[in-house]
């Protein structure tokens, strides 16, 4: 039995995260093997706090994919919100996941740039930062992910779950 992997991705303050969580609200009580796992935590997991180069970034995308391989492997669902935005990345998870699900938060870079709740652009804007995924790393955009969704304030998290679930 193989487990489902929802693949959440975008740039940093596109909503991963706050997307995550709102789904699996939704879907654990009919999905008690479900597991969500968030970029940040995993970072920390890993002891990859401070690793921002993109070969760094990269090395950790694969650590994720990975991590859900042996999840999903046991029939465990998982939902991962990662920045990960990498064509390789993506290419691998489509071809060892049967149940995949890819889906892009994508967001203006002037909202991503308004929100800033980790101050990372404006840290960035202020050369306090270097290695910043979409600034000093081109972001390698999903060219075919499952869900396209556009969170730029119009919806609401609420709103934009409803649309996964009516789509999975």
Request: net charge negative; hydrophobic share 45%; charged share 20%.
């Given at each position: 039995m193989t487990g489902q992997l929802y693949w959440i991705t975008g740039l940093a303050g596109a909503g991963k995260s706050s997307l995550a969580r709102k789904l699996f609200k939704a879907l654990k009580p009919a999905t008690?093997?479900?597991?969500?796992?968030?970029?940040d935590t995993l970072r920390e997991l890993f002891d990859a706090n401070g690793l921002y180069r993109e070969a760094d970034r990269h090395r950790?995308?694969?650590?994720?994919a990975h991590l859900c391989y042996l999840l999903t492997s046991q029939g465990v669902d998982?939902?991962?919100?990662?920045?990960?935005?990498?064509?390789?990345?993506?290419?691998?998870?489509r071809e060892?996941?049967?149940n995949y699900i890819e889906i892009y938060l994508k967001?203006?870079?002037?909202v991503l740039q308004k929100r800033d709740q980790n101050k990372l652009y404006s840290n960035h804007a202020r050369q306090r930062i270097n290695d910043a995924v979409g600034c000093d790393i081109d972001a390698q955009l999903p060219k075919q992910p499952d869900i396209v969704l556009c969170n730029n304030g119009?919806?609401?998290?609420?709103?934009?779950?409803?649309r996964v679930l009516k789509k999975i």
């Open positions: 008690p093997e479900l597991v969500y796992l968030d970029g950790l995308a694969l650590q994720y998982v939902i991962c919100a990662t920045i990960s935005m990498f064509d390789d990345v993506r290419a691998w998870n060892h996941f049967p967001v203006s870079f002037s119009d919806n609401t998290i609420e709103e934009l779950v409803r």
